[in-house]
């Protein structure tokens, strides 16, 4: 059995534009606080593999704190990092992912690259630009050989005409993967199967707007020929939700909006939507 920590959609070094640029530097910190939780994470659960499935940043532009942060902690996960860049973050000569020495435990897929492991064989391949209409699971023959496994790639699943990695449930069943793990699609998808490979988006593990709504985190997996479980850990500390609140009443607005707020609102970014007189 293999324990995997699968993550993906961190955008690093969001610009935050509908924030001050003092609340923007802030929150840009608070995300980079996810890398420490993640290396905990991994800690925690004893994982074998960390598989994180593209745009872990927001765009070429990035803040030298942020990319120290980013090695620092990806040095302190004890076992193999792979990263599979994607469309916001994609392999390039001007690239972050060229431009800096990576620690020992972390691989950067380029094209696609076969990684043999201890238990298993791990597939995994980058965004070379912004735009990618070629299937990301092209050229992945998965030999009868009873290991287990595994590809890390960015794509979108149905989205058979786009232009980020289109990918179709025919695809992947076709894949013979034991495990797929991608990333592009920021809420979290669960466990799901096409033929027999196993396949999830863990989502972003951080909301940034009110567009990204609700618990955010990775998931933890194990697996083995055949078989696959998967966890959902959150890893937020920030999180976006939307109340929708009748104000009608001899209380008032402020007593009825109070009853529909959680306890704990420190890291909460609430829209409150009215209703009634």
Request: charged share 25%; net charge negative.
């Amino acid at each position: 059995m293999i324990k995997i920590i699968h993550g993906a959609d961190f955008h690093l070094d969001s610009p935050f534009s509908g924030l001050t640029p003092e609340r923007a530097a802030q929150r840009r910190g608070e995300q980079r606080e996810l890398l420490d939780r993640l290396a905990a994470l991994a800690r925690e659960k004893q994982a074998d593999l960390v598989l994180l499935a593209g745009d872990l940043l927001d765009s070429e532009r990035v803040f030298r704190e942020t990319a120290q942060a980013l090695s620092t902690a990806l040095a302190s996960i004890p076992c193999p990092v792979f990263i599979a860049p994607g469309n916001h973050d994609f392999y390039g000569p001007r690239s972050v992912w060229t431009a800096l020495d990576w620690p020992e435990n972390v691989h950067i897929f380029d094209e696609l690259e076969q990684v043999e492991l201890p238990g298993c064989t791990l597939w995994g391949r980058a965004f070379s630009d912004p735009h990618q209409a070629a299937c990301p699971l092209e050229g992945i023959a998965v030999p009868d050989d009873g290991r287990l496994h595994l590809a890390v790639l960015h794509g979108n699943v149905g989205g058979a005409e786009g232009d980020y990695g289109p990918i179709t449930p025919g695809d992947i069943a076709a894949s013979g993967l034991d495990y797929l793990a991608l990333g592009h699609v920021h809420q979290t998808s669960g466990l799901q199967r096409e033929g027999k490979t196993f396949w999830a988006y863990p989502g972003c593990p951080e909301g940034r707007g009110f567009d990204e709504t609700g618990e955010k985190g990775v998931l933890y997996l194990e697996a083995e020929p055949g078989r696959v479980t998967a966890q959902f850990v959150p890893l937020a500390k920030v999180r976006y939700e939307i109340f929708t609140v009748d104000i009608t009443g001899p209380e008032g607005a402020l007593s009825n909006i109070l009853e529909v707020l959680p306890g704990r609102t420190r890291d909460l970014v609430a829209r409150l939507i009215h209703t009634g007189e």
